[in-house]
């Protein structure tokens, strides 16, 4: 059971301006030190993924963009062996234990990485880029995942709503952070020096989460709350994915992130084409990927600043869960009659800002309403397995199309219809956290 806090403001505290104009000043006492903690721990491990990504695109190009559907292909393959072994660990280990063993084990791949890649030919190195590809797109959705899940267990729908969009914001301030630490470092110290520092950042995150916990377990002993945080979640191996298709509302979570990856995957394939064609040094592919990181983020983190916490205060999870599959309609609509790479890089920096800013702190506000198994078994399985297969379908999808001499014109007219049915979901999806929310809030009063 969630801890309940008490209706005790602030009186004073030095972020209290910085949580106003993020419209959260109403932050209760308890609350505090937990959200600065979750803050730290997402900032960390955006900043550490942040400055993997470019790498992994560029490594991903050098590889050919004609050999992305077999990454993608080999990306579904590890999910399917990785997960197992997570739903094992969170049966048999302690939240933080399992949190620490997940994160300490993607930090050591990367030590055997840097390695791998300052020992080896150029020859070799493709094939390690390739391998590079595959792990970095496992890590960033497991260790993110493993985040929301320890979140969306500490605080509830109603918190949510207030402060989710202060810890995306400490998101998209890693990102650009990363990005450009990238862009700046990349030419100095090389691919290997940049592999380093994420490792470091992991034992940041590492550390944060420990803090968090300790914090929440804290909090708990004070108000007197039983908690069996401590305890091994327990369960089956396979409850994640046998969950999803027995519920309606967790199939339907299943859905819209299987909409979501889809169509992002498909504006992946033709921006890493552009890449391919326009930029033929390695470096520059790399500063490419992490410039375009980083306006994201800079435009993200201002409406996260701004607008967030209004937009799920005022106008509901309902709502704010529709805005990413509307403007992902429009936006391909667009490319149809303009498929220019300026409209290209607009209408994936506009998608992307909607994503990070309004669609991710509203669904992982969907989670709230599960149980503690289903917040990290079933969550992770849709984070991960689920998010994959949608970038598996994307991916030979796109290479049809572009083998039946397809254009982008063409490929949006196709996306358009999806986008249009991923809208239809979300509005069904929302509607009915919204009622579940109005229900359990009505029980509390009782």
């Known amino acids: 059971m969630k801890i309940l806090y008490e209706n005790r403001r602030s009186n004073f505290s030095p972020i209290n301006p910085f949580l106003k104009m993020m419209n959260i000043s109403h932050v209760n006492k308890m609350e505090v030190k937990l959200l600065l903690w979750a803050w730290f721990y997402i900032f960390s491990l ?3 993924y942040y400055i993997l990504r470019p790498i992994r695109d560029e490594l ?17 393959l590890a999910m399917l062996l990785v997960n197992p072994i997570f739903s094992y660990l969170v049966k048999r280990c302690s939240r933080e234990h399992f949190i620490k063993l997940t994160y300490r084990f993607f930090s050591f791949n990367l030590l055997v990485f840097l390695v791998a890649l300052q020992f080896s030919s150029n020859a070799q190195n493709v094939w390690i880029g390739r391998v590079f590809f595959i792990w970095v797109s496992v890590f960033n959705l497991f260790v993110v995942s493993v985040f929301w899940s320890f979140i969306v267990d500490i ?5 949510g709503k207030r402060l989710f969009g202060f810890l995306t914001a400490g998101a998209t ?11 700046t470092l990349v030419a100095g110290i090389g691919q290997n020096g940049l592999l ?26 004070k108000t007197g709350t039983v908690s069996d945080d401590e305890k091994p979640i327990g369960g089956g191996i396979f409850t994640g994915m046998t969950h999803t ?27 890493a084409s552009i890449a391919e064609s326009v930029f033929n040094d390695r470096n520059s592919q790399t500063a490419f990927f992490a410039n375009i990181d980083f306006w994201v983020n800079v435009f993200t983190l201002l409406f996260q600043l701004l607008l967030t916490g209004r937009v799920l205060g005022w106008l509901g999870v309902a709502f704010t869960l529709c805005a990413l599959p509307l403007i992902t309609t429009l936006g391909f609509a667009v490319l149809i009659g303009y498929p220019t790479i300026a409209i290209f890089v607009a209408v994936q920096v506009v998608r992307r800002v909607s994503n990070f800013s309004l669609a991710r702190p509203a669904r992982e506000i969907l989670f709230t309403s599960m149980t503690r198994e289903d917040r990290y078994k079933t969550k992770n399985f849709i984070d991960t397995f689920v998010y994959r297969a949608g970038d598996q379908l994307a991916s030979w999808t796109y290479a049809g199309f572009i083998a039946a001499g397809l254009s982008l014109s063409g490929i949006a007219v196709v996306a358009v219809p999806v986008s249009c049915l991923w809208l239809i979901l979300s ?3 929302g509607r009915k956290h919204e009622k579940w929310a109005d229900m359990t809030i009505k029980s509390n009063t009782e």
């Open 60 to 76: 991903g190009v050098a590889g050919g963009v004609r050999n992305l559907p077999w990454l993608f292909t080999g990306t579904l």
């Open 245 to 271: 298709f027995r519920s309606p509302y967790l199939f339907s979570i299943a859905l819209f992130i299987f909409f979501y990856s889809t169509t992002s995957t498909i504006l992946y394939f033709h921006q």
């Open 173 to 183: 301030m890693g990102g650009i952070a990363g990005s450009s630490l990238t862009s």
């Open 427 to 429: 509005i069904w999806l």
């Open 46 to 48: 955006f900043l550490s």
């Open 196 to 221: 380093f520092i994420a490792m470091i950042l992991i034992e940041c995150s590492i550390f944060a989460s420990q803090r968090l916990a300790n914090v929440h377990h804290g909090e708990r002993k």
């Open 155 to 159: 605080f509830n729908s109603e918190q």
